[in-house]
């Protein structure tokens, strides 16, 4: 488990003199980089059904677009903070302790890493720190919160969300996360954090009649499944992806195809709100989270 460091505010100067990394998943382009990506993430060979199965998603939802979206909000907090901003993937290539690496090369002995994730994860956790660690001796690494420790993050969710509801009639809300097994060291604070974030959100919309469920779920995996949630009597589904700060495949496949084709046939019409991607308002918000005390 890593821990945060920042235990007193960051001022804009010593910011411009510290390397900044966001750090996301992943976004395999070809079948090559996807069987790597599924190496490091789950510390195996996939099989070749998995591999099939992972790469039709990418084909039907046109590919993974966090390179796009990380390259896109990169440039705005470089704008935003005044200084360089790099970005890594923890299981495909920029990798993040390369990153580390090129910085550490370059003269640059202070870094600060920025998830994307919105909710602790031990696995998540320690595969940073795994990155992080070979390099505590020779810089001063910094590790940021979880997105939803940010509190301009979930006003960011509700503005959006608010938005698209002020466009429809009575909608019913489902905010999902992405279910993890209930074996794993941490599901329960994982399960709380959502949670507590999607009521957060709620108290912002002014909309407590939401419902909150896991997307990707399994036999002893974190529950109710999205697919089990009474909908009732209403027209309009809004889906809120919690998950993710950046759209991604289970976003695109998950969401937008599986879950879309799901509530159709159910007769609901779905209408996906989020994530913030690579927004100005995103960037602002996470340069702001440079300069607080966590």
Known sequence: MYKHIFKKPINLNAVRLK??????????????????????????????????????????????????????????????VGGAVDYAFLYNKPYLKD??????????????????????SRKTAFDIERNVSHYRDVAQIEIGPEASNIECVSDLWGKKLKSDLDKLDEPAVVFTAHSIPV????????????YKFAEKISFFIKNRNYLAGFQNTHNGWLGPSIYDLPIGRHTDVVVVPLSFLLTNMEVLYDL??????????MGYRYIRSGPPDDSRELARCLASSLFLTF
Request: charged letters at 30%.
């Open 256 to 265: 937008d195809v599986e879950y879309s084709q799901h509530l159709r046939k």
């Open 183 to 194: 074996s794993t060291d941490g599901s329960a604070e994982y399960a709380r954090s959502f």
């Open 99 to 120: 990153i580390i690496d090129f910085d550490i090369k370059a003269g640059i002995k202070n870094i600060i890493v920025l998830p994307l994730f919105t909710f602790y």
């Open 19 to 80: 390397g900044i990394i966001l750090v996301d998943f992943g976004a395999p382009s070809n079948v090559d980089e996807l069987r790597d990506f599924l190496i490091n993430m789950h510390n195996r060979n996939p099989t070749e059904s998995e591999l099939k199965n992972v790469m039709k998603k990418y084909e039907l939802s046109g590919g993974s677009p966090i390179r796009n979206k990380i390259q896109g909000l990169r440039k705005m907090l470089e704008e935003e």
